[in-house]
């Protein structure tokens, strides 16, 4: 079975005002801009929370999971998120474990 951490693809931290990615699991991926993506436009809206969506980048479709941070106020508030993480999981892989892994899904499979 995969491990925590292997079943994200990438795991990325981006600052939600500019769109700019300033984490990134792959070190190729920082500094990306994906200030057009719709998901980061709606990020840091008012009762917005997390976003699950598909995204086909170079023939390859992925999950991701974006979740907004907020910083909290001095008076102990939520407040405004600033960032988002986004984890991206291959579903492709994630099922074939799922389905064909040591224990499968029983017998109701």
Request: net charge negative; no cysteine.
């Given at each position: 079975?995969?491990?925590?951490?292997?079943?994200?693809t990438d795991i990325q931290?981006?600052?939600?005002?500019?769109?700019?990615?300033?984490?990134?699991?792959?070190?190729?991926?920082?500094?990306?801009?994906?200030?057009?993506?719709?998901?980061?436009?709606?990020?840091?809206?008012?009762?917005?929370?997390?976003?699950?969506?598909?995204?086909?980048?170079?023939?390859?479709?992925?999950?991701?999971?974006?979740?907004?941070?907020?910083?909290?106020?001095?008076?102990?508030?939520?407040?405004?998120?600033?960032?988002?993480a986004i984890?991206?999981?291959?579903?492709?892989?994630?099922?074939?474990?799922?389905?064909?892994?040591?224990?499968?899904?029983?017998?109701?499979?």
């Open positions: 079975m995969l491990s925590v951490y292997d079943q994200y931290i981006a600052d939600i005002k500019t769109g700019l990615v300033i984490f990134s699991r792959d070190e190729a991926g920082i500094g990306a801009d994906i200030s057009e993506e719709e998901a980061i436009k709606n990020a840091g809206l008012a009762g917005v929370g997390e976003q699950i969506y598909f995204k086909k980048d170079q023939g390859k479709v992925a999950l991701h999971i974006l979740h907004p941070i907020a910083a909290s106020t001095r008076a102990g508030e939520v407040g405004r998120p600033s960032l988002a984890f991206m999981v291959n579903p492709e892989r994630l099922l074939k474990q799922l389905l064909h892994g040591d224990t499968g899904l029983g017998q109701s499979e």
